[in-house]
């Protein structure tokens, strides 16, 4: 069934106290519920209806009173209570054990853990399952004392004590009042790291990282990414940590990331452990930044929530916002905040663009749900998270501090809506362009779909003008068209031919004002009138990537050029880079031959690589090409074989053509001393591995023995997995045969090691395809004694790279992928409907891909949608990918 935004209404009665005992066993686990209810005295009376799913209903007291109850539409209906305020007694029992949606409380390990954003508390009990109905949780845990020693729940432990029989008890409290989607319970056997910690009010909190046993020593990062985020949302917005006690629990299987539950927050391992041995610098980052996000949540998320799903946006496009933020403050030096952002935007138009262009393209805040968790996306993270970069490009850093304050001032405690905080914004800058045109700005939250944004500059030589007319399109997306103007930041600057900044006054104005500056376009087209401009220019559009739009600007290779070598800002720097990549790729795919790398771009690159004193971080991006997966998003009738084809060829010449310049590089960043996981260090190495790579990719093509050897020799004695992992990494992707042996000691080396392990499958899984070898590797792995359905790590790391990150091994002419791909979520979608769902949408953009490819895409999706049994989570993917 179909949720819409425009149907809500405020729910019929309020929890305001939910005291709920739990009696814990893997196999059958027992809730008692007390809940404190009051009728919603603005709406007319009715029955109680309450959420629950997959619950053994054992009795129902109101009042301490047996009532009569039904089940209706899967919720549980008690006709109209006698008062306005009264108790609900419920008892009910669950399966931890199995429960393999991992939604509500489910086994993992030894462990019982919950995850209940966004709908799975109603797995646990019957409640208002919904998040503008907060309640004062009161928790108590028992269970067996040597299974699960560890007991935790949200807030403050108030009471434990020893049981009969083995068990044991632990009472918690939590004063804020939350949604149930931010409820949390662990069971486990696990141990902590500690921190006590001192804030800014003088309070003193206590930290916790809980990892099973033997994992300590990996958990230092985490701990200390903690206290950075704390001490950063003190600093930038000043948001204090508002808990006694902040736990982070790690858990082995998990679907997403981390969750962001009241002072407990539940974590993948992927996200929580790391040493220098296990993890790399991309690892480690991921860990900071993933840590960051969940502890911004307390602000941006819990002491603010959303009134209903549709919202969700309002805490996470802020939220990532937020954490892209900090991890840019961490990183430090200017070049090192550009190497952030481009990451950031590689990740968006890899992701986010591809999604608003096909058939699960939804607004920022959606109209329309079947299953929330397929809501939980990259149009919702990631672009929500440029909507709110907009606000900040619009009022300014101080600007939209205080909008953030009022913000808080205005909501604190309360459920709230993605208006809410635009208004805040708007009403904390009155003077700024986004109040001033506040509603063509919302409109990022309500039309779906990339703009593109067209740009053409006219120099007057006499008028001594430049003109630049900006016009903006949206194009249709599924059940929307005919869209509106919408607001569109552009920072821009102009460089004279020779790469000088050029100062910017548009006409009417009495004086330059600097050499940067945002234009705001509202309308479908405006023009922009600079003067006192003498000479050609070469406009830098859309600096820092200022708002998510597919640019249109018209600039030829020429003038790509001046602004790979001059431009001051390091992101058009990177994207000039990567549009003349593009323009050669698709030259050689539109005329069917080999790629013949021309001098200027190669001579381009290569002065790039030697540039004295630019960022190693920022060459290593500036020197990778456009990836499959983004070209592929540039065309149409994509053909996923010739374009690896084309680009295998492309890295081949740039391997052999900077051939000494890459054994340069390699010597040149060595990285001395301990292993720091910095921005510093971790540009080094992966310039240092990019280029051994480079190395083992020429060699292979003479035949010459030495850079293979070499890798091989970095490979066995690496003293850190970013440079190990990198070394094998050369070795597979060049097909070495010393590849095979590297990667049998790997395994050996690593077989115990969880996360090291998906790594083995990873690697395996995204190797750029050769004759099929690398299919077949995968075909092979999924047999394999460790590979299993089971845990989304593991899956995600074979299957969902093989479809999502390795186009040219997934789509073949004999359709093989695609037989897979539908078996897999077939067989994934009875373990894990959210899994399966989002492994599913690897075929998204099935009617990009030309002939064979499409009807076969078709074929195997129809397959799947024959099957009668699927999930509501499966189901609404795969009739969104069939529907016309
Ligand atoms: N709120 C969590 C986060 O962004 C993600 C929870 C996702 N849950 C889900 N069912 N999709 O940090
Ligand atoms: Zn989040």
């Known amino acids: ?147 699960y020693p560890v007991l935790l729940s949200n807030g403050n432990l108030v009471e434990q004590g020893t049981l009969d029989g083995g068990k044991h008890f632990a009472k918690w409290h939590d004063p804020f009042p939350k949604p149930s989607y931010l409820f949390a319970v662990v069971a486990a056997d696990l141990v902590a790291r500690e921190q006590w910690v001192r804030t800014r009010s003088g309070k003193e909190h206590l930290l916790q990282v ?30 204090p940590l508002d808990l006694e006690r902040f736990m982070i629990v790690a858990v082995p299987d998990f679907n997403m990331g981390a969750m962001e539950n009241k002072g407990l927050n539940l974590f993948n391992t992927k996200y929580v452990l790391a040493s220098p041995a296990t993890a790399t610098d991309v690892d480690f980052d ?29 805490k996470e496009g802020l939220t990532v916002f937020r954490d892209q933020e900090f991890s840019m403050d961490m990183a430090g030096s200017p070049s090192a905040r550009a190497v952030c952002r481009i990451g950031d935007v590689r990740a968006l138009r890899e992701r986010q663009f591809p999604e608003d262009a096909g058939p699960m393209a939804h607004p ?121 103007p919408q607001l569109v930041p552009v920072a821009l600057g102009l460089l ?76 058009n720097r990177w994207e000039a880079g990567q549009r003349l990549a593009l323009n050669r790729i698709k ?88 292993y720091r996981p910095d921005a510093e260090q971790s540009g080094r190495r992966a310039l240092a591995n990019k280029a051994l790579a480079m190395l083992v990719r020429a060699a292979a093509l003479s035949g010459e023995p030495v850079w293979p050897g070499k890798a091989y020799q970095r490979f066995k004695d690496a003293t850190n997995m970013t440079d190990r992992l990198g070394a094998l990494e050369a070795l597979v992707g060049a097909h070495h045969e010393l590849a095979q042996p590297a990667l049998e000691r790997f395994y050996a080396l690593f077989r115990h090691e969880p996360l090291v392990l998906d790594k083995w499958f990873m690697l395996q899984a995204r190797a750029p395809e050769k004759n099929g070898q690398v299919f077949a590797q995968v075909k092979a792995l999924l047999k394999h004694p460790d590979f299993t359905l089971g845990n989304p790590n593991r899956a995600r790391a074979l299957l969902f790279v093989l479809a999502a990150s390795n186009p040219a091994a997934f789509h073949r002419t004999d359709a093989a992928g695609y037989v897979l791909w539908a078996d897999k979520v077939i067989e994934m979608d009875a373990i894990n409907p959210q899994l399966a769902s989002r492994f599913a949408r690897s075929l998204d953009r099935w009617r990009n891909l030309a002939e064979p490819y499409r009807s076969a895409a078709r074929e195997a999706i129809a397959r799947v949608a024959a099957k009668a049994e699927l999930s509501s989570d499966t189901r609404e993917i795969i009739e969104r990918a069939l529907q016309d």
């Open 1 to 147: 069934t179909l949720v819409r935004r425009e149907d809500y209404l405020a729910p019929a009665y309020w929890i305001r106290t939910a005291d709920l005992t739990f009696d814990l066993d893997a196999t059958k686990t027992i809730v008692s519920s007390k809940l404190a209810i009051e009728r919603n005295s603005a709406l007319p009376v009715q029955p109680l209806r309450l959420h629950g799913e997959d619950l053994n209903l054992l009795r129902v007291l109101v009042d301490g009173q047996s009532v009569s109850f039904r089940h209706e539409d899967g919720l549980l209906v008690i006709d109209a209570p006698a008062a306005d305020a009264f108790t609900l007694e419920i008892r009910n029992t669950i399966s931890p054990e199995k429960n393999t949606q991992l939604s509500g409380l489910y086994a993992s390990g030894s462990g019982l853990f919950t995850q209940c954003e966004a709908e799975g508390f109603r797995r646990i009990t019957y409640f208002l399952d919904r998040p503008d109905v907060m309640a004062v949780y009161t928790v108590t845990l028992r269970g067996d004392a040597k299974k």
């Open 210 to 239: 809980y990892v099973t046993r033997g994992e300590l020593d990996k958990t230092e990062h985490a701990m200390n990414s903690l206290i950075a985020s704390i001490v950063w949302d003190e600093a930038r917005f000043k948001l």
């Open 286 to 314: 991921g860990i900071e930044s993933v840590v960051a996000h969940e502890y911004f949540h307390n602000w941006t998320g819990n002491r603010v929530t959303c009134r209903d799903w549709f919202q969700l946006s309002l």
């Open 364 to 484: 920022v805040r959606p109209d329309a749900y079947q299953a929330i968790d397929n809501f939980y996306t990259a149009t919702v993270y990631e672009k929500g998270a440029e909507v709110v970069r907009m606000m900040n490009t619009l009022v300014g850093r101080e600007g939209f501090a205080a909008g953030m304050a009022l913000y808080f001032e205005r909501h604190d405690g309360q459920a709230v809506t993605c208006d809410d905080f635009a208004q805040a914004m708007a009403d904390a800058n009155p003077a700024s362009a986004l109040a001033q045109h506040l509603g063509s700005f919302k409109r990022w939250y309500a039309q779906a779909g990339t703009p593109r944004l067209n740009a053409r500059g006219n120099w007057n030589a006499e008028a001594a003008t430049y003109t630049l007319t900006l016009s903006q399109q949206l194009p249709d997306t599924p059940g929307q068209s005919g869209k509106q």
């Open 496 to 571: 004279s031919r020779e790469g000088q900044a050029l100062p910017l006054q548009l006409q009417g104005e009495d004086a330059p004002q600097g050499t940067e500056r945002v234009l705001v376009l509202t309308e479908a087209e405006q023009s922009f009138t600079f003067i006192g401009i003498g000479a050609e220019v070469v406009p830098s559009l859309l600096r820092n990537f200022s708002a998510p739009v597919v640019l249109d600007d018209g600039l030829t290779d020429a003038d790509l050029l001046v602004l790979l070598a001059h431009d001051s800002d390091a992101f």
């Open 587 to 674: 030259a050689a795919l539109g005329h069917g031959e080999a790629v013949q790398l021309d001098a200027p771009f190669v001579e381009a690159m290569r002065s790039l690589l030697r540039e004295p004193g630019l960022d190693p971080a920022f060459k290593d991006l500036a020197l990778t090409l456009p990836s499959e997966i983004y070209v592929a998003e540039q065309i149409s009738d994509v053909d996923p074989q010739r374009l690896h084809t084309v680009r295998e060829a492309m890295l081949d010449q740039l391997a052999t053509a900077l051939q000494a310049d890459w054994a340069w590089a390699w010597d040149e960043h060595q990285v001395q001393g301990g």
